[in-house]
């Protein structure tokens, strides 16, 4: 009975987590475009697992070859790590899928909501869960 | 010279009959004195409130501008926001950080509230001081606590006008004026309402209510400028 108690806990905790939104030292909406999502796959090059923001690269291959490092930004690493997140949840050469919102600067630089590993499991990066506009719904409640 | 003597008996009789009785009715504070009031309730712990972005949201309309207040507000932008210099949170915003929580650590002079939101921290006095007179505004203001039963009545004052009240940029002056009422409803939650009282921003006082609740978890590193990259991408939310 414990254990089922638990795990009711629990999977409440997870869904709290996937809707949450994040609680940063900026808004969303002063660096991110919430209209301009973006789902991108690649290979991971460095984890910097570090506050306020937890920060992943990513080498993306585009249709003509070309090789583009996009920068990910993420929820800081106190709250996610209280997600399940560990500082080696990403390691470079991991394959990786990242959904999220471009930058409004154009930069290669993205917030990144979700992240699915090799193995299928998807990872809510602390910016929403795995609705792209999440982060974007948390940065709404602020002043647009 | 007898009836002198005789007075003077009289005198001594009455006070020995009732001194016990004047030395048994100061209250507290007497060696074990059965009237002694009950502790405070115990708050310690590790809490957090919602997320407030929009302090207006929660009000249910905009807080009541004076005309200078409104000004600002209409000119405020996300960009300008304390936080994203990594300045400190400030008291109120500070509760309302969400999933970043606190911990309060309570004495029997001191009521203190630890941010993990940058590791900043308040201290609340509760030994029965007062503000003292033209303090130098700081980043969490002076602050001084008084129980009422169930509740801890916080007056806090002399406050950096730099932190703002959420994330859309309702500001405040120096003179703002925090009341904030920690009601202990049961062991895992206080119900935090706290008042606004600015006469430069707000024409009249006006208070929001949160629940508090209390969080498995301990409260974490955090250091803002460890690996700060966002201020060179920050764009302005408003043409």
Known sequence: ???????????????????????????????????????????????????????????????????????????????IYRRGWRKDTLKPGDVVTVKGFRAKDGSHLGACSTVTLADGRQMDAGSGGVSQNSYGAGAADGKK | MKNDFRASLVCTAIMLVVSPFLFSCGGRGASGNPQAAAPPPDLNGIWSAPFTPDISKTLGHQP??????????????????????????????GIQAGIMPFQIVETPSVFTILFENQHTFRIIHTDGRSHPKDADPTWFGDSIGKWEGDTLVVDTVGLDDRTWLDTAGHEHSDQLHLLERFQKMDNDNIKWTVTFEDPKYFTEPWSITLPIKRQNTEIMSYSCEENEKDRAHLRRTKK
């Open chain 1, 1 to 79: 009975m414990k254990t089922l108690s638990s795990a009711v806990l629990g999977f409440g905790f997870f869904l709290l987590s996937m809707c949450t939104p994040v609680f940063a030292h900026h808004g969303f909406a002063v660096e991110f475009d919430q209209n301009n999502p973006l789902t991108l796959s690649g290979v991971v090059t460095k984890m910097e697992f570090e506050n306020p923001h937890i920060y992943f690269y990513v080498d993306v291959k585009g249709k003509d070859g070309k090789v583009t490092n996009w920068a990910f930004e993420g929820g800081p690493p106190n709250v």
């Open chain 2, 64 to 93: 009541p501008f004076t005309e200078y207040g409104a000004a600002r507000f209409a000119k405020e932008d996300e960009i300008d926001d304390p936080l994203t210099k990594c300045l400190p949170i400030g008291p109120a915003r």
